[in-house]
């Protein structure tokens, strides 16, 4: 969908496809690396690394030996002379490109998400158990809401003044704020047919229940993440 979008509003400056061309293609790392690294993505190894940081395949040039085939005679302008055993061998160094996995900073909440899904799924199991754990993040979630509420009374300050900062270095504000303007339109019409139309048809298509009714309990999150810009 904001695939789709970004094609039909063209945001921002639409000359720059035709000054950057075609590009190049990396044909080095292929679709099928880029499925198995999602993959790999869903079960971080580190969990504290997996917040800041995801693995992703990358290519490695590197040089190699190879071991030619021997050759006991040298043939050059019409005369043929025997070569010694240790001029039979020719070693050549060649460039050899290897797919490596590597950690890249970069943060997908997907992983974290994946981690947790499982983590409630083993919880809920637990019964009486797992009683002690779900009071503490009961807590802890409690500690987090106050500390956001008490954020966001203080971030349209430290908002206004980085806006401000910004502001001051456009050269052409016209310019700019056209540009902004459909970059907006473009977020803001993806999000109304993401919410009013695809989400809800899936949710129907699931439950045969009316969504909007589910869509209304969970008004304050949708408040919450609008505020703070928060995907989770």
């Keep these: 969908l904001g695939v789709i979008l970004v094609l039909a509003i063209h945001p921002g400056n639409p000359k720059l496809k035709k000054q950057l061309g075609k590009g190049q293609l990396n044909e080095e790392v292929s679709s099928l690396d880029a499925f198995l690294d999602l993959i790999r993505n869903l079960f971080p190894e580190n969990l504290v690394q997996a917040c800041f940081q995801q693995v992703w395949t990358i290519s490695s040039i590197r040089s190699a030996m190879v071991l030619c085939a021997p050759r006991a005679v040298a043939v050059g302008n019409g005369v043929s002379a025997d070569l010694p055993a240790a001029h039979r061998e020719m070693r050549i160094t060649l460039p050899l490109m290897s797919l ?3 950690n890249t900073p970069s943060y997908w909440a997907t992983r974290l998400i994946g981690f947790f899904i499982a983590f409630g799924i083993i919880m809920g199991k637990m ?28 971030s349209p300050f430290g908002i206004a003044s980085l806006i401000c900062g910004k502001i001051s270095d456009i050269k052409d504000l016209e310019v700019v704020a056209r540009q902004l303007g459909m970059y907006m339109i473009t977020v803001i019409v993806g999000l109304i047919i993401h919410g009013a139309i695809i989400l ?13 009714k589910f869509f209304v309990g969970i008004f304050q999150a949708w408040i919450t993440a609008l505020g703070t810009a928060s995907r989770s």
Excluded: H
Excluded at 132 to 152: A, G, K, Q, T, Y
Excluded at 200 to 212: A, E, V
């Design 100 to 102: 490596i996995p590597a």
């Design 127 to 154: 019964g009486d158990q797992a009683k002690l754990m779900v009071e503490f993040f009961s807590i802890l979630n409690e500690i987090i809401m106050r500390l956001v509420i008490m954020i966001m009374w203080y």
């Design 200 to 212: 809800p048809l899936i949710y129907f298509s699931i439950t045969r229940k009316n969504p909007f």
